[in-house]
């Protein structure tokens, strides 16, 4: 059965993600059942990912702070504070972030994602806000656990 899980904003474990931005896990995969995983995304200005889609999940953004331009499915959006952007699974898509600073709760569901996610991160101390950019790294363990499939580079060559 699963249990409630109550999770403070500064609670979470912290881990700086290979692509960029630092991940602070809420609920894991493990605590909801498989139902989901849900972390918080600090970002800097300029962090995009590549052309990319969720084969098994789907993937939610809700902006707590910042400004994304969403490259979804050939067309691109704006996302600002308090929007929300819900990516079907095997839906191609990429963000770029266009304001000093980003943060978004990450939802997947269901939680299937999170062995891709802890393959292309690793844990951060609470004085630690950065790491190194490894897309290898990342490339490495979607192949090796799976959660993302890799479709092109990232989308905004105009920006």
Request: hydrophobic share 40%; with cysteine.
């Amino acid at each position: 059965m699963t249990e409630a899980v109550i999770c403070q904003k500064n609670d979470g474990a912290r881990r700086w993600f290979y692509g960029g931005g630092v991940h602070t896990w809420k609920v894991t995969s493990e605590q909801s059942d498989g139902a989901f995983l849900l972390f918080e995304d600090d970002l800097v200005t300029g962090k995009c990912t590549p052309l990319h889609q969720h084969p098994d999940a789907d993937e939610t953004f809700l902006m707590l702070e910042g400004e994304i331009v969403l490259h979804l499915d050939g067309e691109e959006l704006t996302v600002g504070p308090g929007g929300i952007a819900m990516i079907p699974r095997g839906v191609p898509h990429a963000f770029l972030v266009t304001s000093p600073r980003a943060r978004m709760l990450c939802l997947q569901t269901p939680g299937s994602c999170q062995g891709f996610f802890f393959g292309a991160s690793e844990p951060l101390d609470d004085s630690q806000t950065t790491g190194p950019v490894d897309f290898d790294r990342v490339m490495a363990s979607a192949l090796q656990h799976g959660g993302m499939v890799a479709l092109g580079p990232p989308p905004f060559a105009g920006r």
